[in-house]
């Protein structure tokens, strides 16, 4: 049995690649028949034999989890954190001086970080359990000739599968027959609208582009309508939809702020270290006695570490998620709270994300584009009465306006079919009797002899034909789904009509559809932009579409780029790419990861705002991942927030909040690094001139505790609204910078203190008095520093503290003058001071925070600029994609043939001629579309010919000023030369640009 265990292993790694490794250009480009035998089965189906043999090579259909840790290694591998350690140093460290309550704190807000932390991770996995929950678990196959019911886990490569309206597609499959089929692939393609798949190959053209797969079925998509046949190509994690599940499961990037926080704990690792080694040395060279230098030293130590940091960050993010949630926002992962304040770029989805994800009738209206009530009803009208399986179209129509129809009644109908691509009605009205059909505009106007203008009705001619045809386009090119919509009187009464009663129509108009935007969306991204988040749309659907959403939204189009164009260009010309456009279309989901990858490498912190299952790979790449209220479960369940309601609005709200949460931690950090550091440097120093220690370590672990007990205030604190305008981020050098500046000033007030206790109280002898002196001094510093260090502005009189921080600080300045006086303070060797002292005190008090407000204005004029999310600069000039490429070169071509008008025919064929790669017809008519958009040429579709506009000369004039004019005036040159030898001249209003 061993044996052939082995030797099935072994067939199998060698068979490995077979089916699940077919390429798609073979799968999506091969005849059916050739399909069928690379996969080796036929349209009977495999044999049972085969089946088997295929479970044992490729396993089960079932999406791979990855190799799981068990809770307590992944428990454990939390402790990794270099600020995790060093506090577990500093309580352990506490506990061997005696100071166990202080110890258990820190043991117990350690422990709380981690549990937090391990559980928010260990929600990543129930995200793929939502995922395989999404497919059925029996699926209708064909084997041997018969149709059987089997497990969908013992789906395998070269199974036949039947499948009608209602199913899940149970692996990937090549269409092998289809009748009326139509898919709903928006959650893993990000379409709009459910999509044809016939069995027809397709062009090697359209295997970069997911959305052209149109014989090609994806795993955990639904079948609308209609019926087909289908040969399973790639089953479990090698599915499309499986890979996304394994991008899931995996481990999260780093986002920035951890990564910042990462950093500022190497670096204060780094200065305790060499502090602790510094004071350690000193001490043990003046024979102060090895274990005494070494608890001095440590007690530093803790001193330096922000214990409180942990604690501080849950307290503000628990505020911002809790006053979020009251807006309708859960936090899922409390940390993601930070990161959305300091996100610069947020990268959405467009369909259900910025759009309701609902196919929703805009226009009714006639040839000329005007609204036409009669469009409306007689598209109601058909929709109505129509029994056939209702598309989404319908269902628009019907629910856009109740339409009374009470007068009309139906006679028969004449059911849709996918040769002619129309259906009819027939309807009868006071005794008369009517022809309505609806369908593609181009086979609409092939039925129509007649058409009806301002309620009359004229014989249609050549002229008013291509009129018809040209506003379709135009429609069809601004991103509406479109119909169109004829009738006639029928004068023949009888009880059945047919396909051939579908002549000599009146054309009457058109319906126009398409998945609108939010009704907040349009806000809520202005709000954005206004606090210098940049929007980029990346999503599945075509650019079209995409273009009209974001004309609807009142986004200004930087840039588009297609999927087709990323396949072809390297990650550098990515990283410019990536800040030039604003517009990514009809992308996959690892173009998606690539995009934000770009960004984040050049330097900007990335949101993704999602709803799809395609998103939800994405949203573990971003530093922040949001999602919709009409969400994919899979799409929730990986996001760091979800919104609950349909208003967008909250987004500002929850940028705002970040902003807060990150400025509020900011203060703790900026605060320990200043006076905290510069207390510890300042001991460090006394030691070389002190017979005894300037603080005994438990006074040190006392004035670190009642320090931090100051601080836990900060989470209430008031922001300065100057502050949260723009993205901030955790910078390092920044936090290095502000520790240098500001550290050295606590330093030398510290010195004084030394002076005046050593030269005016003569402490030379008298080290309780000194200790005391110097407890009370520093204590007072470095608490009310933090009224300086909160704000940019003049404390007090433009920026107000909260009241919580204010009673917080001025309670702990308190105890400590106090604690000398009691008997508490004798516990820990503290001797009162008299009241002379206090006099210098207050006096170096203000001293203190006078010099600390003036240093500041200098500080913040020199490195500001590093905490604030800045424009990244672009790498290089302006990167042209492929599509960029073509239309320019279109451009070009127009613009120096010398003819003012030329073919679509003529121009295609000199575009192949120039190009250094294929150009198919929709790219072609693409670039046709953005050139005619642009308003530098007009175009008559049914003519086929394309005429110069006087704004082209405008734009070629321009030319020159552009930064790629040297790259764009070599093409022109090259393209110069080329008409030349190919029609013998050019045109001689741009020969001075070729020169």
């Not at 070169?889 to 064929?909: C, H, K, Y």
Request: overall charge neutral; charged content about 25%; some cysteine.
């Amino acid at each position: 049995m061993k044996t052939a265990d082995t030797v099935q292993k072994k067939n199998a790694k060698n068979t490995e690649g077979w089916a699940q490794s077919i390429s798609n250009e073979d799968v999506l480009c091969l005849p059916v028949n050739d399909v069928l035998a690379k996969l080796n089965t036929s349209q009977s189906g495999l044999t049972s034999d085969q089946a088997e043999k295929h479970l044992q090579i490729y396993g089960y259909n079932e999406v791979a989890r990855k190799e799981r840790r068990t809770a307590v290694i992944k428990f454990l591998l939390l402790f990794k954190n270099p600020l995790i350690l060093i506090l577990l140093l500093a309580g352990m460290i506490s506990g061997l001086l005696g100071e166990i309550p202080n110890s258990i704190i820190i043991v117990i807000i350690v422990l709380m970080s981690v549990i937090l932390n391990f559980l928010q991770e260990s929600k990543a996995e129930k995200a793929a359990d939502e995922l395989k929950e999404r497919v059925a678990t029996t699926v209708t196959v064909v084997r041997e000739g018969t149709q059987r019911e089997i497990k969908l886990s013992e789906v395998v490569p070269g199974d036949i599968v039947r499948l009608s309206a209602g199913d899940i597609v149970p692996a990937d499959a090549r269409l092998i027959s289809s009748k009326d089929f139509f898919i709903d692939q928006s959650a893993l393609t990000g379409e709009s609208f459910p999509v044809e798949k016939t069995a027809s190959p397709v062009s090697p053209q359209c295997v970069s582009t997911v959305t052209d797969w149109s014989n090609y079925l994806f795993m955990g998509t639904s079948v609308v309508s209609g019926s087909g046949t289908a040969v399973v190509v790639k089953t479990g994690s090698y599915t499309e939809y499986g890979k996304i599940v394994k991008r899931i499961v995996e481990r999260r990037p780093e986002t920035e702020f951890e990564r910042g926080l990462k950093r500022f704990g190497y670096m204060i690792m780094e200065v305790t270290f060499l502090l602790v080694i510094f004071v350690f040395f000193i001490n043990a060279l003046y024979r102060r006695g090895v274990l005494e230098s070494l608890l001095f030293a440590v007690a530093l130590a803790v001193g330096l570490t922000p214990e409180l940091l942990p604690v501080i960050l849950s307290i503000n993010l628990s505020k911002g998620a809790l006053g979020m949630s009251r807006k309708g926002v859960i936090v899922k992962r409390l940390s993601s709270i930070q990161n959305f304040g300091n996100m610069d770029i947020l990268c959405t989805d467009k369909t259900g994300t910025l759009t309701e994800n609902k196919v929703t009738l805009m226009l009714h209206v006639d040839m000329e584009g005007k609204d036409n009530d009669k469009v409306l009803l007689y598209s109601y009208m058909n929709s109505h009465y129509q029994t056939g399986l209702k598309s989404p179209l319908d269902d628009a129509i019907l629910k856009h306006k109740d339409v009374d129809v009470t007068g009309f009644q139906k006679i028969d109908e004449v059911p849709f079919d996918f040769t002619r691509r129309r259906v009819s009605i027939v309807t009868e009205h006071e005794r008369q009797r009517s022809l309505i059909t609806k369908g593609a505009p181009e086979e609409i106007i092939k039925v129509c002899a007649y058409y009806e203008f301002s309620g009359k009705m004229f014989d249609m001619t050549s002229e008013i034909q291509r009129k018809i045809e040209q506003k379709y386009y135009d429609l069809s090119a601004e991103g509406f789904r479109v119909l169109g919509i004829c009738y006639k009187k029928v004068k023949e009464e009888k009880s059945v009509y047919s396909i051939n009663d579908e002549t000599d129509m009146v054309f009457l108009g058109f319906v126009a559809f398409m998945d609108p935007p939010k009704e907040t969306a349009k806000e809520s991204l202005q709000l954005l932009t206004k606090n210098g988040v940049e929007l980029k749309i990346l999503t599945g659907d075509n650019e079209f579409v995409t273009r009209k959403v974001c004309e609807q939204l009142g986004c200004t189009i930087k840039g588009v780029v297609l999927g087709s164009d990323l396949g072809k260009i390297n990650d550098d010309a990515l990283a410019r790419v990536v800040e030039q456009a604003n517009i990514f279309a009809r992308v996959t989901p690892a173009q998606k990861d690539r995009i934000i990858n770009a960004l984040k490498s050049n330097g900007h912190v990335v949101g993704f705002l999602g709803d799809g299952i395609n998103d939800a790979p994405s949203m573990r790449v971003a530093d922040v991942s949001i999602s919709v209220d009409n969400a994919v479960d899979v799409a929730k369940e990986s996001a760091d927030i979800i919104l609950l309601h349909k208003d967008l609005r909250v987004l500002e709200e929850g940028v705002l909040e970040g902003r807060k949460t990150f400025g509020n931690t900011m203060k703790y950090i900026m605060m320990g690094v200043s006076s905290n550091f510069g207390n510890m440097f300042s001991a460090a120093g006394a030691s070389l001139f002190l017979s005894f220690l300037p603080m005994l370590p438990t006074q040190i672990l006392l004035n670190n505790l009642l320090y931090d007990a100051s601080e836990l205030a900060i989470p209430t604190d008031n922001v300065d609204p100057e502050y949260i305008e723009k993205p901030k981020r955790l910078d390092i050098s920044y936090i290095r910078n502000f520790m240098i500046y500001f550290g050295p000033i606590s330093s030398i007030f510290d010195f004084l203190t030394f002076f005046i206790m050593l030269y005016v109280f003569d402490a030379w002898n008298n080290a309780p008095l000194f200790q005391t002196a110097w407890f009370i001094e520093s204590l007072c510093t470095q608490t009310f520093v933090i009224f300086t260090i909160r704000t940019r502005k003049s404390p007090f009189f433009k920026s107000k503290p909260s009241k919580a921080l204010l009673i917080s600080s001025l309670s702990v300045v308190a105890f400590a003058i106090v604690l000398p006086l009691t008997p508490i303070g004798d516990l820990f060797k503290f001797q009162a001071p008299s009241v002379r002292f206090f006099v210098f005190l207050a006096a170096f008090v203000a001293a203190y925070l006078t010099m600390v407000e003036t240093l500041k204005r200098a500080f913040y004029k020199r490195y500001a600029y590093r905490l604030e999310q800045v424009t990244v600069p672009q790498k290089g000039p302006p990167y042209p994609t492929p599509t960029a490429k073509l239309v320019q070169n279109m451009i070009a071509l127009i613009g120096l043939r010398f003819e003012n008008e030329v073919s679509t025919d003529s121009l295609l064929s000199d575009l192949r001629e120039i190009a250094t790669y294929p150009i198919d017809s929709d790219q072609f008519v693409h670039g046709l579309h953005h050139v005619r958009r642009a308003g530098l040429v007009e175009i008559d579709w049914r003519r086929g010919t394309i005429r110069r506009q006087p704004v082209l000369k405008d734009y070629v004039s321009k030319l020159p000023k552009r930064e790629d004019w040297p790259r764009v005036a070599d093409d022109w040159r090259r393209i110069a030369s080329f008409i030349r030898t190919r029609y013998g001249r050019i045109n001689t209003e741009y020969q001075k640009l070729i020169e």
